[in-house]
């Protein structure tokens, strides 16, 4: 069974530009979350999507935004990139909003912004 | 305010010896304790978890003691080895109604060297 699949793996931009991050959830996984990973914040919720709807977002400026479609597959922009956005972004699926139910993380997408 | 404190930054042991990580957690909504492992190169992997209805639980070699009172919990890593150096996360969430399961609150992480 393929795990969490996140494109690209790695990512150069510059300031001002706009980004769009992609992830694949298992299998038959219809809740997708998203995670901002530094080494000075650590690791930052973002926000979760579950049957494409908006379930839960985290403490981060209207320039991050989501989406989940139909197939549970979901994507996140970052527009106006600034330098403080240079991040590990992970992606993490589950079957469920259940709470018995595992988190998967991919290996996630560097962003670099220069 | 929703924060988790995780400590030691970073910790060396002996192959053989016992690891443990402490955080310490200020929501007491907080009801649902796990811990993740990750690699370089990889995104966090779930150790194990527990929920403040007990006291402790173990798998394998990973033991985690939970402290409801003192707003506590820590991982015990025992015979830790070469292959467990990695970085560790706490992490906590509110589960109330199933909805939040996916906004972990991390811990800063430690730095496990485990030494031959």
């Known amino acids: 069974k393929a795990g969490v699949t996140q494109t690209p793996r790695y990512l150069i931009k510059t300031r001002g530009q706009q980004v769009t991050l992609s992830c694949s959830p298992i299998?038959?996984?219809?809740?997708v979350s998203w995670y901002q990973q530094t080494p000075g914040q650590g690791l930052q919720f973002l926000f979760e999507y579950f049957s494409e709807t908006q379930r839960n977002k985290g403490n981060f400026p209207g320039r991050f935004s989501g989406r989940q479609f139909s197939n549970s597959r979901s994507e996140m922009n970052v527009s106006t990139l600034e330098l403080g956005d240079s991040a590990l972004y992970l992606c993490?699926?589950?079957?469920?909003?259940?709470?018995?139910?595992?988190?998967?993380f991919g290996s996630g997408t560097q962003l670099s912004v220069l | 305010q929703q924060q988790v404190k995780q400590s030691p930054q970073s910790l060396i042991v002996q192959k053989g010896g016992i690891s443990i990580i402490n955080c310490a957690y200020e929501n007491t909504a907080f009801d649902y304790f796990p811990w993740y492992q990750q690699f370089p190169g990889k995104g966090p992997a779930l150790l194990i978890a527990?929920?403040?209805?007990?006291s402790e639980k173990k798998e394998g070699r990973f033991t985690i003691s939970f402290n409801k009172s003192a707003k506590q919990f820590s991982l015990h890593i025992m015979d830790s080895q070469p292959g467990d150096s990695a970085t560790y996360f706490c992490a906590a969430s509110i589960s109330a109604g199933g909805t939040s399961y996916g906004k972990l609150t991390f811990g800063q992480g430690t730095i496990l060297t485990v030494h031959p």
């Open positions: 299998s038959g996984h219809r809740s």
């Open positions: 993490a699926s589950s079957f469920s909003l259940s709470t018995n139910e595992k988190l998967f």
């Open positions: 527990i929920r403040p209805d007990v």
